[in-house]
C-alpha cells in the first residue's frame, strides 16, 4: 500500500477514535512539527513542549480535518499558529550556545570533529539569523526550506495569498543576507589575527 | 610556514590585534569593501540554508504525546459522564420540583381540576391493580412445569442478548468527540 494511502487509512480510524492510529500518525510526523517548533521558538525545550501540544490539539480535532486536504498541510498549519501564538504572547526565550545540543540533529555518516565543530557553528548561525526575523517571515522561511512546501501549500497553512507569501519570502531572505553579511563584516578578532597574520607571513616570504 | 596555534594568537597584545584588524579592513586581498549584490547575498545565504539539517525530537517524544493523549480522553470521558450525569439530575429536579410546585399551587387555589386530576390516579391505580391481578391469574393457569420451562427460555434469552451486547461493545473502538 502506497505511502498516502496508508497514511489516509491511519487519519480514517484516527477520526474514528482509534490511539493506535494516531500514534502512527505521531511517529511520521514528529520529525517535522519538532522540526518547525524548534526553528520558530529557537529552543528544544520550547519545542518540545510545542510540539506535544501541536499533537494534543490534532487529536482534539480530528473530526474537522477536511480529507480534501493534506494532512501535512492541516498538522504544519495547526503547528505555526501555534508557535506564532506562543512567540507574540512573549513565551518564547533567548536560547544559549549551553542548549546547543549537536546531538539532536540528523547523525552524519562519517563525523569527523572539525565537520561536527562547523556544523555547530553553522547551526547556531542559523538560529541567530532566524531570530532577527519576525514570526511570519520566520515561518516562510521555515516551510520554504526545511519543508520544502510550494508556495500554494504556504499560503494555504499561512491563511494568506500567494503574492503576500512570496513577498514575504523576498523581505525575509533580504533581512538574513544583510544580517549575514553584517556578522561576516563583523568576524571575531582572533578568526581575523589568524588570516591576517597567515596572509602577511605568506607575503613576506 | 606553521599555522599559529591558538596559543599563539591568544597571546597577540590588544594593540597589536586592533591593527591587524584595521589593516585586514583596508587590504581588498582579505575581501575588505567589496561591493555584493543581492543575488549573490541570496545565493550566499541559500548555500547556508541548503547545509541545514531537520532538528530531531528525543526519542522518548511519541512514547510521551501517546501518553499525554491518553489521559486527555480519560478526562474528556470523564466530563462528558459528570456532564450527562448533572443533565439528569437537573432534568428530575426541574420536573420534580415544578410538578410539586404546580400541585401545590393548584391545591391552594382549590380549584375544581384537583379532584379530576385525583380521580385520574385513582383509575390508574386501579387499572395498574386489574393489571396485576390478571398476570397473576395467567400465571397460576399456566401448569408448572410450563412455566419453568418458559423461565429457562427467558433467562436463556436474557443471556444471548448480554452476551451479543458485550461482542458488540469489544467490537466497537472508544469514541472520542472534541
Known amino acids: 500500500m502506497g505511502g498516502i494511502d496508508q497514511e489516509r487509512l491511519w487519519v480514517l480510524r484516527a477520526q474514528q477514535g482509534d490511539q493506535e492510529a494516531f500514534a502512527s500518525i505521531v511517529n511520521a510526523y514528529q520529525g517535522p512539527v519538532y522540526n518547525l517548533a524548534y526553528r520558530m521558538l529557537g529552543s528544544s525545550g520550547d519545542a518540545e513542549d510545542a510540539a506535544q501540544e501541536v499533537f494534543l490539539r490534532a487529536y482534539s480535532h480530528m473530526e474537522s480535518y477536511d480529507p480534501a486536504r493534506k494532512f501535512s498541510s492541516w498538522i504544519l498549519s495547526i503547528a505555526s499558529h501555534y508557535c506564532i501564538d506562543r512567540l507574540r504572547r512573549g513565551h518564547g526565550r533567548q536560547v544559549s550556545l549551553d542548549e546547543f545540543e549537536p546531538d539532536r540533529w540528523l547523525p552524519d555518516p562519517a563525523p569527523r570533529p572539525e565537520q561536527t565543530a562547523l556544523d555547530r557553528d553553522r547551526e547556531e548561525q542559523i538560529r541567530r539569523l532566524l531570530a532577527t526575523l519576525p514570526e511570519q517571515h520566520r515561518l516562510v522561511i521555515v516551510l520554504r526550506y526545511w519543508h520544502d512546501m510550494s508556495y500554494e501549500e504556504i499560503a494555504q497553512i499561512t491563511s494568506t495569498t500567494e503574492s503576500a507569501v512570496k513577498s514575504r519570502l523576498h523581505r525575509a531572505r533580504g533581512a538574513m543576507a544583510d544580517a549575514l553579511a553584517n556578522e561576516a563584516r563583523r568576524q571575531p578578532v582572533n578568526t581575523v589575527v589568524e588570516r591576517t597574520v597567515e596572509h602577511v607571513t605568506s607575503r613576506a616570504i | ?178
Not at chain 2, 583596508?26 to 541559500?46: H, M, Y
Not at chain 2, 436463556?156 to 458485550?166: H, I, K, N, P
Open chain 2, 1 to 178: 610556514m606553521s599555522h599559529p596555534g591558538p596559543s599563539d594568537v591568544a597571546n597577540v597584545p590588544v594593540r597589536e590585534t586592533k591593527r591587524l584588524y584595521e589593516r585586514r579592513l583596508a587590504d581588498p586581498d582579505l575581501g575588505a569593501g567589496q561591493p555584493v549584490s543581492e543575488s549573490e547575498s541570496f545565493a550566499e545565504l541559500d548555500e547556508l540554508l541548503a547545509c541545514a539539517r531537520l532538528a530531531e525530537p528525543p526519542s522518548h517524544f511519541a512514547a510521551q504525546v501517546m501518553v499525554c493523549v491518553a489521559r486527555r480522553h480519560s478526562r474528556q470521558r470523564t466530563v462528558r459522564l459528570v456532564r450527562r450525569v448533572m443533565t439528569v439530575v437537573v432534568l428530575l429536579v426541574a420536573m420534580i420540583g415544578g410538578t410539586v410546585w404546580l400541585l401545590s399551587a393548584v391545591r391552594a387555589s382549590n380549584a375544581p381540576i384537583v379532584g379530576g386530576i385525583s380521580l385520574v390516579f385513582e383509575q390508574i391505580a386501579a387499572i395498574l391493580q386489574t393489571l396485576a391481578v390478571a398476570i397473576g391469574v395467567i400465571a397460576r393457569a399456566i401448569p408448572g412445569r410450563a412455566t419453568v420451562l418458559l423461565g429457562v427460555w427467558i433467562a436463556v434469552a436474557a443471556g444471548v442478548s448480554a452476551l451479543w451486547c458485550a461482542a458488540v461493545a469489544r467490537v466497537q473502538p472508544s469514541r472520542v468527540h472534541a
